[in-house]
């Protein structure tokens, strides 16, 4: 199985901030990766695919990138609205497997 | 409007079984690959299966494999989980969600039903 480590599990950080959530792979999953944004008590939200694809309608603030093991999501000039807990997660083989998660407070 | 609505959580005691539904509407459900990934109390997420749009190809977690079973329902734009054997540990709220159509991510989820084994 492939694992997924995120880093850090917090990150606490201000409005405006840019802030970047780091991802690695166990062994190399080329550039199937995904990040989602969840808010407490909601369904995840699909952010970005194939490790650096914004997904319609999310804000061109947030950009992924990476390839082999590890990646990074970035999010430039941090707003209220993105205050949450991110996931990464692999899609290059079954199980998917997600990493544990980083969630970022406010500062 | 395109969405998925599960239903069939509940409390259940250890080594009883639940099934639980997932409906879809707004778009051709019979075209996508559909999954469930669960959650536990303030923990991440976990992949627990997934089923291709004809049923052919059909995979699980290990966590589960063996105590659960996917299933759909083309024809019902509906999609299944049977949970037996079920565990202290299978406590979480239960998402299905749908594929892209550019590979295994999923933008569109439904709100989740919760899953509690206790006794």
């Known amino acids: 199985d492939i694992q997924m480590t995120q880093s850090p599990s917090t990150l606490s950080a201000s409005v405006g901030d840019r802030v970047t959530i780091t991802c690695r792979a166990s062994?190399?999953?080329?550039?199937?990766l995904a990040w989602y944004q969840q808010k407490p008590g909601k369904a995840p939200k699909l952010l970005i695919y194939?490790?650096?694809s914004l997904e319609s309608g999310v804000p061109s603030r947030f950009s992924g990138s990476g390839s082999g093991t590890e990646f990074t999501l970035a999010i430039n000039s941090l707003q209220p609205d993105d205050f949450a807990t991110y996931y990464c997660?692999?899609?290059?083989?079954?199980?998917?497997?997600f990493g544990g998660g980083t969630k970022v407070e406010i500062k | 409007e395109v969405q998925l609505v599960e239903s069939g959580g509940g409390l259940v005691k250890p080594g009883g079984s639940l099934r639980l539904s997932c409906a879809a509407s707004?778009?051709?459900?019979?075209?996508?690959?559909m999954n469930w990934v669960r959650q536990a109390p303030g923990k991440g997420l976990e992949w627990v299966s997934s089923?291709?749009?004809?049923?052919?190809?059909?995979y699980y977690a290990d966590s589960v494999k063996g105590r659960i079973t996917i299933s759909r329902d083309n024809a019902k734009n509906s999609l299944y989980l049977q949970m037996n054997s079920l565990r202290a540990e299978d406590t979480a709220v239960y998402y299905c969600?749908?594929?892209?159509?550019?590979?295994?991510?999923?933008?569109?989820w439904g709100q989740g039903t919760q899953v509690t084994v206790s006794s």
């Open positions: 969600a749908r594929d892209s159509l550019t590979g295994t991510t999923w933008p569109l």
């Open positions: 707004g778009f051709t459900f019979s075209s996508y690959t």
């Open positions: 089923i291709s749009s004809s049923s052919n190809y059909i």
């Open positions: 062994q190399s999953i080329s550039s199937w």
């Open positions: 194939r490790a650096s």
């Open positions: 997660q692999q899609y290059n083989s079954y199980p998917l497997t």
